[in-house]
């Protein structure tokens, strides 16, 4: 079964220091995993994802995650927030032959401070 | 280029009456994917079809709901006889493909009166 884990439903930052969002993933075969952002009232828009080339993946807007497969783990990073920043992220598994199914986690809500 | 279209954006209905949520995918995508999202929730998966089939309906509750890609026009959602708990945001993801990313529309805010 596949499932993600997105650890703190909420977090907050102040401008300019890190952001780090945590999402671990379950699945039995090699995953593509994805991360969201989604502003209010919008649907989600991709950020990055993985599928299996570099473990490092840079996606938009200064975000990055790495995929640990010894930690099952695709965290996302950005070395310093900015107030646009603040949003919904939303961490993604795709698996099998098919890909079909999208599961998501949870959500992350990220509120920047001034 | 277009996105993912959904429409109406916002629809509210009375317990009892029916919903019709219409999903156009981006130019080129043949894979279409219905979510629900529930305040403070993550997205439910629900059907995934393409062109005239439904390929994957298992987030689909058994009744009152239904889904169809039709061989023209965009793909619709339907949900008979709505009540309270049917209120949420639906979302239209498409794809050109297996395992590539998925591209949302701005979603359907379902009320419930």
Same mark, same amino acid.
């Given at each position: 079964a596949q499932s993600v884990t997105q650890l703190g439903s909420?977090?907050?930052?102040? !401008?300019?220091?890190?952001?780090?969002?945590?999402c671990n993933y379950s699945s039995s075969v090699?995953?593509?995993?994805?991360?969201?952002?989604?502003?209010?009232?919008?649907?989600?828009?991709?950020?990055?994802?993985y599928t299996s080339a570099a473990t490092l993946v840079?996606?938009?807007?200064?975000?990055?995650? !790495?995929?640990?497969?010894? !930690?099952?783990?695709?965290?996302?990073?950005?070395?310093?927030a900015h107030m646009s920043d603040a949003a919904e992220y939303f961490c993604a598994v795709s698996v099998g032959a098919?890909?079909?199914?999208?599961?998501?986690?949870t959500g992350t809500s990220l509120t920047v401070i001034p | 280029n277009a996105g993912v279209m959904q429409n109406p954006r916002h629809l509210v209905r009375r317990r009892g009456q029916e919903?019709?949520?219409?999903?156009?995918?981006?130019?080129?995508?043949s894979h279409v994917y219905w979510y629900r999202q529930l305040p403070e929730e993550?997205?439910?998966?629900?059907?995934y079809l393409q062109k005239e089939n439904i390929i994957d309906e298992s987030g689909m509750p058994k009744e009152r709901f239904s889904a169809e890609f039709p061989k023209e026009g965009p793909s619709i959602l339907r949900i008979q006889q709505v009540v309270r708990g049917d209120s949420a945001a639906y979302f239209c993801a498409s794809s050109p493909g297996q395992n590539q990313?998925?591209?949302?529309?701005?979603?359907?805010r379902l009320s419930i009166l």
């Open positions: 909420h977090v907050s930052v102040s !401008e300019g220091a890190l952001v780090l969002l945590r090699p995953p593509y995993l994805f991360w969201y952002v989604q502003y209010p009232n919008q649907g989600l828009q991709l950020l990055l994802k840079k996606g938009i807007n200064g975000f990055e995650a !790495e995929f640990k497969k010894s !930690e099952t783990s695709f965290h996302l990073t950005k070395p310093s098919t890909g079909n199914q999208f599961y998501f986690g | 919903a019709r949520l219409r999903c156009s995918p981006m130019k080129g995508h993550g997205l439910k998966f629900m059907v990313p998925q591209h949302f529309g701005d979603g359907t």
